[in-house]
């Protein structure tokens, strides 16, 4: 897919798509930083390695709060 549509289309890109569909399926429109209590793709590429739902959920609140840094608590 990189040479028909460009750079971030690689399979590792793809694969954290999928991952990320998966892990915040009711996310419309995630990755624009305009909206209010969205987080950036950094902070949900961070979120995608908690394996734990109740600490992912945990974290992205946190996160989402203190939107000013992408380091998580």
């Excluded at 892990?23 to 950094?42: E, H, M, R, Y």
């Amino acid at each position: 897919m990189t040479s028909a549509y460009g750079k971030g289309f690689d399979y590792s890109s793809l694969y954290k798509f999928v991952r990320f569909y998966k892990a915040f399926p009711n996310i419309l429109d995630s990755v624009s930083p305009k909206l209010n209590g969205l987080l950036s793709w950094t902070h949900y590429r961070i979120l995608l390695q908690v394996s734990d739902d109740n600490a992912r959920t945990w974290y992205a609140k946190e996160a989402s709060e203190n939107t000013s840094s992408r380091d998580m608590p």
